[in-house]
C-alpha cells in the first residue's frame, strides 16, 4: 500500500510555484485523523486522550474523537464512519484484541491507512495496518512477577495465596498481563493464584470484585495483582471496608503508574506499580504525517518503561507526568 496525498500535493505546490502564481486554497488543508478511543474507563485512559488532543492540536492536525465507552461496536461503527467521511489516517486503541478484519480491510479498500495505538489486534492479515504504537504487555506482567518473586525471597517462610483482578476480558493487555506474570510465577510452589476475574479495569468494578474474592476467601488472601492501578485503587477500598489493611495484609502489586497509585504507595496502602507510558500522542502524530506523506513507518513501535516500588514513591511523585 502506498499512501500519496502528500506527494501529490508536494507536486501540486511545485506546479504552482513554477507558474508563478499563488498556492493554490487547498495546499494549506490539514491532515484529517479519525481516532477512535477504548472509554474513559482509567486514570491511565485520561491521559493517553489528553496526550492524543493535545498532539494533535500542536501539530495542526485535524483531529475527529469519538469515544467508544469501551464497547467495540461503537469501534466499528465509528471507523466506518471517518471511512466515510474520507478521513487521511484512522487511528484507533482496539478495546478487545480480534474481530476487526471485516472493518479494516474496508479500511484498506478505501485506501485509508490505520495505525493501531496501545493496544494490539489479532488478524490474519499484517498488512491491515500500518503501524502499531505501545507497551509490550507481556514484559509489563512479567515485571509484577519479578516484583513479586523479590518479595517472596524477602519472605521465604510465607504462602502467597495471590487473588488476580484482570482488565478487560479480550483486551491485548489483560491477556497479556495474565500471560507474563503466571510465566514468572509459574514453578514457584509458595505462589499460587487462588482467584481469578474480570473487573473491567475500573475502579468501581475493581472494588465490587474484591469484595467479593474477600467474601468467598476472606484472610487467606495475602497478595493482589491487579491489571491496572485504578482496580488496584478500588479492591483498596473494599480492603479497607473489610477491616484489614492494605499494603500489609495484602500485599498489592499493578501496572500503570498512574498518580493515583503513587498517592497510594505513599500511604502504605499499594506496594509497587510497573509503569505503562499512556504519552502516546506525539508518536502518534509523528506515525501519522509520515504515513500520510507516503514514508515507510516500522511496523511495531514501543515505550521504554520501569518499576517503582512504594520506596521510591515519595521521591519519585514530583516528576510524574501523568
Ligand atoms: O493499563 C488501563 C486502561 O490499554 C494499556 O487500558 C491500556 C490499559 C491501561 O484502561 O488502565
Known amino acids: 500500500m502506498t499512501f500519496t496525498r502528500r506527494t501529490l500535493l508536494g507536486a501540486a505546490m511545485l506546479a504552482a510555484a513554477c507558474a508563478g502564481s499563488a498556492l493554490p486554497a487547498f495546499a494549506a488543508k490539514p491532515l484529517t ?22 498532539a494533535a492540536k500542536q501539530s495542526g492536525i485535524n483531529l475527529k474523537f469519538a469515544d467508544a ?29 480480534t474481530g476487526w478484519e471485516t472493518v479494516l480491510r474496508e479500511a484498506k479498500n478505501a485506501k485509508i491507512p490505520v495505525i493501531l495505538t496501545d493496544r494490539a489486534v489479532k488478524v490474519s492479515d499484517p498488512s491491515l495496518y500500518v503501524s502499531f504504537i505501545g507497551s509490550d504487555f507481556v514484559e509489563e506482567g512479567r515485571r509484577a512477577g519479578r516484583w513479586l518473586q523479590d518479595y517472596a525471597k524477602k519472605n521465604p517462610n510465607k504462602q502467597l495465596n495471590i487473588v488476580e483482578l484482570q482488565g478487560t476480558t479480550g483486551a491485548a493487555p489483560a491477556n497479556d498481563r495474565k500471560k507474563g506474570f503466571a510465566e514468572v510465577i509459574a514453578g514457584n510452589p509458595k505462589m499460587k493464584i487462588i482467584r481469578s476475574q474480570t473487573a473491567d479495569f475500573t475502579r468501581t468494578k475493581g472494588k465490587e470484585v474484591m469484595e467479593a474474592f474477600l467474601k468467598s476467601e476472606g484472610k487467606n488472601i495475602n497478595v493482589l495483582y491487579a491489571h491496572n492501578d485504578d482496580m488496584a485503587i478500588g479492591a483498596i477500598q473494599a480492603i479497607e471496608e473489610a477491616g484489614l489493611k ?55 513501535i514501543t515505550v521504554t518503561e520501569g518499576v517503582f516500588p512504594a520506596e521510591v514513591a515519595a521521591k519519585e511523585f514530583p516528576n510524574r507526568k501523568y
Open 33 to 54: 485523523i479519525g481516532f477512535s478511543q477504548v472509554g474513559a474507563e482509567s486514570e491511565w485512559r485520561t491521559a493517553n486522550t489528553a496526550s492524543i488532543k493535545a
Open 69 to 97: 465507552q469501551q464497547q467495540q461496536q461503537n469501534q466499528v461503527k465509528a471507523i466506518r464512519s471517518f471511512i466515510a467521511q474520507r478521513v487521511d489516517v484512522i487511528a484507533f486503541s482496539p478495546v478487545v484484541e
Open 246 to 300: 492494605p499494603g500489609k495484609d495484602i500485599v498489592i502489586v499493578s501496572i500503570d503508574g498512574v498518580r493515583g497509585a503513587f498517592e497510594a504507595m505513599m500511604q502504605g496502602k499499594l506496594n509497587a506499580t510497573v509503569e505503562c507510558n499512556p504519552l502516546l500522542g506525539p508518536t502518534l502524530m509523528q506515525t501519522a504525517q509520515a504515513v500520510a506523506a507516503g514514508k515507510p513507518v516500522a511496523q511495531r
